[in-house]
């Protein structure tokens, strides 16, 4: 089993792209991190160079993919392993609109010989890990024997990992916000899933709000996943390796974690990134320091200039703490 699962960031749509990894990799190199959710068909039919390429500096990087057909999702999965992905992750958890009408995510929960039969033809096509991550219910099918069931048919065609998000998904009148908020965490459900199926590697994901509070609930699991909490404060990466892998504790501040970025910045501006693009990570890195709503307010009203440069970074941390980077 891959160490680095015991602990992940979570694919967050339109917030963990390519420039948010770089940048949480300057705080944990062991975390496992994973792409926004990619359906196949903006991999085979789309601009698959934008949707998959990463900075191999990224590593370990998990795509996680949006899909049905056993064959699309195939043709994918190997795609990404030409790319250089750790691993590959079949989206059963996402219970938007979008993707119910796409016929993935949550809704496949009620459809698990089709996901055995997906995760077949992606693991005979690479040599990577194939993972799935999935609610504990949807709608009315929320007692145990559900979630039971997709998971026994599941690994008995060979998915050795599964990453639980512990709420149901309600697939009509919530939101995929309220999705992640209302229906209530049952933590027991996946202890019991491990219980069950002592063999399989389990990922503890949901409401999970820092480093310290994973390794709490974590109990007879294999791993934590954080999602919005790690966006939010993303300097709680920095206590990830030490934490969760065994390194020696870090001593680097976020103005260190700033000033490490300044050589990927440069050189995505020079390819014609937008500062903005990158500094949206940014905001929340020196929460919890007093003044940090000043470094907020000056990257939200000069990062968006057109000739926005990492000045914008340097002239905020000195008006913010009055100190030069």
């Known amino acids: 089993m891959n160490h680095y699962h015991r602990f992940s960031v979570a694919p967050m749509l339109n917030w963990t792209d390519r420039h948010c990894r770089y940048f949480y990799r300057l705080m944990s190199k062991q975390a496992l991190l994973y792409t926004e959710m990619v359906t196949t068909g903006a991999i085979l039919h789309g601009d698959m160079d934008m949707h998959l390429r990463f900075n191999a500096k990224e590593s370990p990087i998990a795509l996680q993919l949006g899909g049905s057909d056993p064959k699309d999702l195939q043709t994918a999965a190997k795609i990404a392993e030409d790319y250089g992905y750790t691993e590959i992750n079949l989206n059963c958890g996402c219970p938007s609109d979008r993707v119910q009408k796409g016929r993935f995510g949550a809704c496949l929960m009620t459809e698990p010989e089709l996901v055995a039969e997906c995760f077949d033809a992606m693991q005979s096509a690479v040599n990577i890990p194939v993972t799935i991550k999935n609610r504990i219910g949807i709608d009315h099918q929320d007692d145990y024997a559900f979630v039971h069931r997709f998971i026994d048919v ?16 309600w697939l009509s009148g919530l939101s ?29 994901n949901g409401g999970i709000q820092s480093p310290e509070q994973g390794l709490s609930v974590m109990n007879n ?48 501006l020079a390819a014609g990134v937008r500062v903005h693009h990158i500094g949206r990570h940014l905001l929340g890195l020196f929460n919890g320091y007093p003044k940090s709503r000043q470094w907020r307010r000056h990257l939200s009203e000069n990062m968006f200039k057109d000739d926005a440069d990492f000045t914008v970074f340097e002239d905020a941390v000195k008006k ?3 100190r030069i980077l």
């Open 154 to 169: 599941v690994s008995q065609a060979g998915c050795k990992t599964f990453t639980v998000h512990a709420r149901k998904a």
């Open 176 to 204: 995929p916000k309220e999705n992640r908020e209302i229906p209530p965490l049952d933590y027991d459900r996946v202890y019991q899933l491990k219980h069950d199926f002592p063999e399989l590697m389990l990922i503890l």
């Open 221 to 268: 699991l294999d791993g934590v996943m954080l999602g919005r909490a790690v966006y939010h404060s993303p300097f709680l990466m920095n206590e990830v390796d030490h934490l969760y892998f065994g390194d020696e504790a870090s001593d680097q501040s976020p103005f260190d974690v700033l000033a490490a970025l300044k050589p990927y910045v440069e050189s995505e």
């Open 320 to 322: 913010a703490f009055d």
